[in-house]
């Protein structure tokens, strides 16, 4: 792929919603409007996706970058504090576990905490982990609470991430994105032009006339791939064969009586699972299934009946196909969001990895378009999917469950031989496995694969090497660190009453 001749000035970003706007947001931040100029094309007609959204808590760091004010972009998002997520029935029927931010104890004598835990569990001891993890302690009383960065104790900190509303997430962005310079053209797109000879975009052609020229361009325009796929054939990977669901019926609600829940909740359903999320205003909610074991209607009509408030809107059905893009970045076109690959949204990592997209599109942005760095760009994003694809194989594969057919399917598919070495040296060992670069860590596969059901063999002999007593003093002096951050936290509804309620923000 020979360089273009002209150095990367104008950058033309194709499609709104979260990912667009995130785009626009960071592109005006950090590159300026003095060496480039910054477009985006979206259309009111076409609209976006634009379901509750949940994150994890590397957002707070794309925050940072922007140097967003947190309290401001809450207020403005109508968002909630998350700490964790809480599956329901996912091992079996009438059995949940929480899979939090922060870690569990802490490590000890050069291993990971959970090894000491299961010697104390064997041991006839509580087999209760969450108590040891102060996000988890915290979502059952509904308490948040940020750690100061003052604060030199040695209570655990709390890690957090966001629940919020992603239309007004995009408009907020724009906002931001158009305060630094960025231009929005409305419209559709009726054509694409290419250099004959390379096959680059080199300009867009709108339905009210207008042609948008570009150096550069980023595709948000979602599952369709405008430009990545329509135009540029760069192939899709279909994951469907481990993760099957392809369908999404979601719906908003009023807000339910009571407090609103630090957590986002994920409850295994029949054919798939449904999503809760809580905003300050309403909740978002959404039912994730397989068209082979349930039909849409019936999932809508199974999904309407399972809401905690009245549905604010009609269902909307979201059709997808679980992979990614080939190239994600072809010639002078890189797809971001939907446009890029779908990872159904169980582990909230939608939001990152259009931000690890953004992240190292900037790490690698050259002067000109170079086909060694689209290539090293195309192995890393791979690996980011490969690495979240296998943590979402495993929430569906273990599982005690084969009450319906598509559970029996999940229980006994075939799985990535990546997955299955990782899961039998977790069987044989008691680790992890996971390596510096992957998104997931130890306590997030601890706390997954413990509450899935698969319990290790054995544990490291390490944990052996104390007495019983030391064992029992160290984990008492955890409990209680946890306790004690704990007590220090208002309820999730007092803190954002205090800090950041939607109905005190300022226009």
């Not at 907020?172 to 680059?200: C, D, H, M, S, W």
């Not at 992890?432 to 997954?448: D, G």
Request: charged share 20%.
């Amino acid at each position: 792929m020979p360089d273009i001749p002209s150095p990367i000035r104008n950058i033309t970003i194709v499609g709104g919603g979260a990912a667009g706007w995130m785009s626009a947001a960071v592109l005006s931040k950090v590159l300026g409007k003095t060496n480039h100029k910054i477009t985006l094309i979206e259309s009111e007609e076409i609209g976006t996706v634009g379901v509750g959204e949940a994150t994890i808590p590397m957002i707070l760091m794309f925050n940072s970058v922007l140097g967003l004010d947190e309290d401001e972009f809450i207020r403005e998002t109508h968002a909630t504090f998350k700490l964790g997520i809480h599956f329901v029935d996912w091992k079996a029927v009438g059995q949940s576990y929480f899979h939090p931010f922060g870690t569990f104890g802490v490590d000890m004598d050069g291993i990971n905490f959970m090894h000491f835990w299961q010697r104390m569990a064997r041991s006839g001891g509580n087999p209760d982990y969450g108590r040891y993890n102060a996000e988890t302690m915290a979502a059952r009383d509904n308490r948040f609470g940020r750690t100061p960065k003052t604060d030199l104790s040695t209570m655990p900190k709390i890690n957090y991430a966001f629940q919020f509303d992603a239309n007004l997430y995009a408009a907020f962005l724009r906002r931001y994105a158009e305060a630094r310079g960025v231009i929005r053209q409305e419209g559709k797109i009726v054509k694409i032009n290419q250099q004959p000879e390379t096959g680059f975009v080199t300009s867009l052609e709108l339905d009210n006339g207008k042609g948008i020229d570009g150096d550069f361009f980023l595709d948000c325009s979602g599952f369709r791939g405008l430009l990545i796929e329509e135009t540029l054939k760069s192939g899709y990977h279909d994951w469907s064969e481990w993760l099957p669901c392809n369908r999404a019926a979601a719906v908003p609600t009023e807000k339910p009586e009571g407090p609103i829940t630090p957590y986002t909740r994920s409850t295994a359903r029949e054919a798939g699972w449904q999503w809760r999320i809580p905003l300050q205003h309403r909740t978002g909610n959404g039912y994730v299934f397989c068209n082979e074991f349930i039909s849409e209607d019936e999932a809508v009509s199974k999904l309407l009946t399972r809401l905690d408030a009245r549905p604010l809107k009609d269902p909307k059905v979201l059709r997808f196909v679980t992979g990614h893009r080939r190239k994600m970045w072809n010639k002078n076109v890189v797809a971001l969001g939907l446009a890029s690959g779908f990872l159904e949204p169980l582990e909230s990592t939608s939001i990152h990895l259009v931000q690890i997209g953004l992240a190292k599109l900037l790490g690698y942005l050259p002067r000109f378009i170079n086909s060694y760095v689209a290539e090293q760009y195309n192995r890393e994003m791979l690996a980011e999917y490969e690495n979240v694809k296998d943590f979402l194989i495993a929430h569906y594969h273990i599982t005690q469950r084969e009450d319906t057919p598509f559970w029996r399917h999940c229980k006994y598919m075939g799985i990535p031989e990546s997955l299955r070495a990782r899961l039998n040296i977790f069987t044989e060992t008691g680790q992890a496995a996971v390596q510096q670069t992957e998104l997931f860590k130890e306590p997030s596969w601890f706390a997954i694969l413990i509450g899935q059901g698969l319990l290790p063999a054995t544990y490291h002999p390490v944990a052996d090497t104390i007495t019983e007593s030391e064992l029992k003093q160290r984990l008492s002096q955890i409990r209680t660190g946890v306790q004690d951050r704990i007590m220090t936290l208002p309820s999730h509804d007092a803190f954002i009453a205090q800090h950041c309620s939607a109905m005190t923000r300022t226009n």
